[in-house]
């Protein structure tokens, strides 16, 4: 059911009961609400088979390792998991462990999958909506191809089963994420993941300054930058006043601005927060942006200057999402050092360290940038740290920034089953993914063709089926 | 300037002047020739040059012993194809990056070994993760020509050059094309002409080298062929077509080409043109070729293997990321080798200026295929040489660099642990045999951000 109607019936009930008790009934219209869900998910999961995987090593998600443990799941969802053995009711298809390792599927918070797809070709190139510094109203759904090939990359070598994709960072307001199932369809509606909130795309920095700065327009400095993204949020508090009293009183609708409705839907926090961000005294000037107009920011993403604030952040329980090891690549990364992701997430109750990828080659090695990342602390002497712990970087925390992990992002009984089945350790180099479940449908079997998806676009090309 | 009073000072302190005689014992040591680690080997280094590795190795009396009880031993890595030590940083910072003349007049003739900073960040990064050569090739600019490339070493010193001009890199794909003017028989028309220019010109070379005397014996001394660089090695008589499209000094630096002096470094990755490639050999018969890149040489890999064109490959390519890579697999080292194809792994358009470290990863993730159903990976041992004395070889500097074989240079990595698993960290590392300093900007930065709570003086305070 679509959320909209249900609340624009409370709405007109609300609306009817004050009129009753204080002034005569004059022929007011009664309140629209808008439909905050125009182009709903219809993703369902696919079929899949009661299934128990034993005598195998689980990182659950959530810090938490079981060795010689099992897992069982059932019309789509984890139905248990635990140490020992265990004996399957007839009918399960029950697999051997042994050896093996089992994870949540991989979370990637930042991917341009669809909106800048393979091949990388002009006609496809539909992240960035590089016309304004402010673009609130675009949504990156409408750019998704679902054809794109590096879906199936990221599923078989990747392990990724949820992928958040975001529009480019040369807007100071980017548009709309959409959070998709890695589950391939006909349409963008069919891949998005069913109740997860959106996410609105902001940047500092270098990128918008650069794009409009070379236009000869605001923002050419990172002081333009800040002063157009406040001027933005002060037209969406005057915006959202209007509808706050159109909804509480009545009266007449205000004329919709679709740009001005995503930022309202900031300040109602019903939209979460992406903002790309580098340094750290940006990421602090962006913190207090978020301040003075009333809205949280849920994660920075790039973040590469994340420790030098690691207490901040943890303070304002702000996410980083982060890569293991990327530098100097433009100035506002030359500080970026391969520690980054264990010190933010050391820096104590709050931290949230996330690894993502904004790469569909790197989309495929989340589980190695993890490793490396880990590996690095503990060489570190950065204490409390351990596989089980880092696996949290790739599941639970990118589920909570995209405030999905009351459904998926860890195993527990009752959430999705987004599980990976990888052949070995899956911070060792020498892993990969043997299985992966969607919603407890089998969407990768690596010993079996079928299972491996094909976009349209490969169809009948060289290589096409192939083990890529 | 602090920057350059820091490597002064690991110059004068945290190098020897001179390299000595060490061994180091008990490790678990890989040579790089393709065969796997042996434990307990022994490595033995002298005067920059490796003496012996191996089980059975005598330990020379007052050598320096070194114990590497659980830790491996290899060569150090050799990035088969990058831009290290050209660029500090790739946008947006002006003097930083000297990976392309964009608006220059130039292309086959210039020689990326006058730009090379052995102080820039990338270059300390990669030295300390076990990266102690690269192959380094300039950008193509408005040419299908980049121009001359160097061999470098990343060691803590002024001095990084192996080998000057030791190839010339051209575009001969879609980037190829782009330069071209919009196609590929462009480039192709571009390409037979510039040999066309440089054989008119060849005629006018003076056999000499541009000091004067004859070319010396040792490799090393020589300019791997008269420098193209200086125009008097050319007779000032040396008459050109009125029709020529190179300025003088381009088509004087194809010249070595032509000749088979210099390798040629084409890079191509769709498999129609890498057949291409195979016929410019036919065609130019004294062409040195290796290919670059080469993500559907699967396609043809029997093709190549019989053509004896080597090639640096990019690793884990597996998105038809472009119209030329619609049948790039993980597969395609693996089945190039089993091919018979004399392969290496390079990283071309893939953050080569600063993350050619990544090479150990990739090699990792070809060992990893050999337990996926349906892929060909590598051995162990053969992907270590694939990052290895397989470029070395590819470029014929296998007898210099890229092994544990004596007589070559003692470059060499005592790992954490297994150096194809990216956990593992370069402990100790010898370029010439002498140990590397492996501190850089990013180690500087985790010390003084270790630990935030604010102390008497600011962070600045802290170094």
């Known amino acids: 059911m679509r959320a909209f109607a249900v609340a624009a019936t409370a709405a007109i009930a609300v609306a009817a009961a004050g009129c009753a008790a204080n002034t005569p009934p004059k022929k007011a219209a009664p309140v629209v609400r808008v439909d905050e869900d125009p182009f709903p998910s219809t993703y369902v999961a696919y079929p899949g088979v009661p299934t128990l995987i034993r005598n195998v090593t689980i990182f659950d998600g959530e810090g938490g390792r079981i060795d010689n443990g099992w897992i069982s799941f059932a019309d789509g969802q984890v139905t248990g998991l635990g140490a020992g053995p265990q004996d399957a009711p007839a009918g399960t298809n029950v697999i051997d462990g042994s050896g093996k390792f089992v994870t949540p599927g991989i979370i990637d918070v930042h991917s341009h999958l669809g909106d800048y797809p393979s091949p990388g070709v002009e006609s496809l190139s539909d992240g960035n909506e590089a016309t304004s510094p402010v673009r609130p109203e675009v949504w990156a759904e409408h750019s998704v191809w679902p054809q794109d090939p590096g879906f199936s990359r990221a599923l078989i070598n990747g392990g990724v089963t949820t992928l958040q994709i975001l529009p480019g960072s040369a807007n100071l307001f980017g548009g709309r994420s959409a959070v998709l199932k890695n589950v391939p369809a006909r349409t963008a509606q069919g891949m998005k993941f069913p109740g997860a909130p959106y996410g609105l795309k902001m940047a500092c920095g270098e990128n918008p300054k650069r794009v409009y700065g070379s236009k000869g327009s605001i923002p050419g400095t990172r002081m333009g930058n800040i002063a157009l993204t406040r001027a933005t949020w002060i037209k969406a508090q005057a915006y959202k006043r209007k509808w ?33 961000c580098y340094r750290a005294d940006e990421m602090a000037n962006m913190i207090d942006v978020s301040k003075e107009f009333g809205y949280k920011i849920t994660a920075f993403h790039h973040a590469v200057e994340a420790y030098k604030i690691a207490d901040l952040l943890a303070a304002n329980g702000i996410c980083a999402a982060m890569w293991a090891d990327w530098y100097g690549f433009k ?96 911070f060792s180099i020498y892993s990969r993914p043997e299985r992966v479940w969607i919603d407890g449908a089998l969407m990768y079997d690596a010993n079996d063709p079928k299972r491996r998806p094909v976009s349209d676009f490969e169809l009948g090309q060289p290589g096409e089926g192939d083990v890529k | 300037m602090i920057r350059t009073a820091l490597a002064a000072l690991l110059l004068t302190t945290a190098v020897p002047a001179t390299a000595q005689t060490i061994a180091i014992i008990n490790g678990k040591v890989a040579t790089g020739d393709g065969s796997g ?206 029709d020529v499209l190179l300025t003088r000094f381009d088509a004087a630096a194809l010249v070595p080409v032509l000749q088979g002096a210099q390798p040629l470094l084409v890079h191509v990755e769709r498999a129609s043109d890498i057949l291409e490639v195979i016929g410019l050999k036919r065609e130019f018969p004294s062409l040195k070729l290796v290919i670059v890149g080469g993500s559907e040489g699967w396609l043809v890999a029997s093709e190549i293997a019989r053509s004896g064109i080597p090639v640096i490959a990019s690793a884990v390519n597996d998105l038809p990321a472009s119209f030329e890579q619609l049948a790039a697999t993980q597969s395609n080292v693996g089945r190039m080798a089993a091919a018979g194809v004399k392969v290496a792994i390079g990283t071309i358009n893939d953050d080569e200026t600063r ?79 002498v140990e590397q300093p492996l501190d850089n900007h990013q180690t500087r930065l985790l010390d003084r951000y270790r630990h935030l709570p604010r102390r008497a003086l600011p962070e600045a305070y802290r170094h």
């Open chain 1, 331 to 426: 100035m506002e990364a030359y500080d970026g050092v391969q520690e980054n992701i264990p010190l933010v997430h050391n820096a104590g109750p709050g931290a949230c360290a996330i690894v993502h990828s904004d790469d569909p080659n790197g989309i495929q090695r989340l589980n190695q940038e993890a490793a490396k990342a880990l590996a690095d602390g503990q060489r570190a002497g950065i204490p409390n740290l351990s596989e089980a712990i880092a696996w949290q970087w790739l599941s639970a925390n990118p589920a909570k920034a995209l405030g999905i992990f009351d459904k998926t992002g860890s195993l527990a009984p009752g959430k999705m089953a987004d599980v990976v089945l990888w052949n070995a350790d899956p």
């Open chain 1, 244 to 276: 706050d009293k159109y909804y509480g009183n009545g009266g007449d609708m205000p004329e919709r601005d679709l740009a001005m409705d995503t930022l309202m839907g900031v300040l109602d926090g019903k939209i979460l927060i992406h903002n790309h």
């Open chain 2, 355 to 433: 993350h050619v470290f990544r090479e150990r990863q990739y090699a990792g993730n070809l060992v990893a295929l050999s337990n996926v159903p349906g892929a060909t990976g590598v051995t162990w041992g053969e992907a270590l040489r694939l990052i290895t004395s397989a470029p070395a070889e590819a470029l014929g500097l296998g007898g210099e660099i890229g092994s544990l074989a004596p007589g070559r240079r003692a470059d060499v990595v005592i790992w954490s642990g297994d150096p194809l698993d990216p956990r593992n960290a370069a402990e100790r590392v010898f370029i010439d045999g």
């Open chain 2, 37 to 242: 680690p042996v434990e307990g080997g022994i490595v033995v280094i002298r005067d920059g040059r490796v003496v012996a590795a191996g089980p059975r190795v005598r330990i020379p009396g007052g050598a320096q012993v070194i114990d590497a009880a659980g830790k491996w031993v290899t060569p150090g890595i050799v990035a088969g194809f990058s831009r290290l030590g050209l660029a500090d940083v790739d946008l947006g910072a002006g003097g930083a990056d000297d990976t392309q003349a964009s608006s220059g007049p130039f292309s086959a003739a210039i020689d990326v070994s006058t730009a090379i900073n052995p102080n820039y960040t990338p270059v300390e990064v990669n030295r300390s993760d076990g990266v102690t050569r690269a192959v380094v090739a300039p950008a193509a600019p408005r040419s299908i020509f980049a121009g001359q490339g160097a061999i470098i070493d990343t060691g803590a010193d002024l001095y990084p050059i192996t080998k000057a001009r030791a190839f010339q890199f051209v575009e001969l794909g879609e980037a190829g094309a782009g330069k071209a003017g919009g196609s590929r028989p462009s480039a192709h028309v571009l390409f037979r002409n510039a040999l066309r220019e440089a054989a008119e010109l060849r005629r006018y070379a003076e056999p000499v080298r541009s000091g004067g005397g004859l070319e010396p014996q040792d490799w090393r001394l020589r300019t791997v062929i008269t420098n193209p660089n200086e125009a008097r090695v050319y007779r000032p008589d040396a008459r050109r077509s009125e």
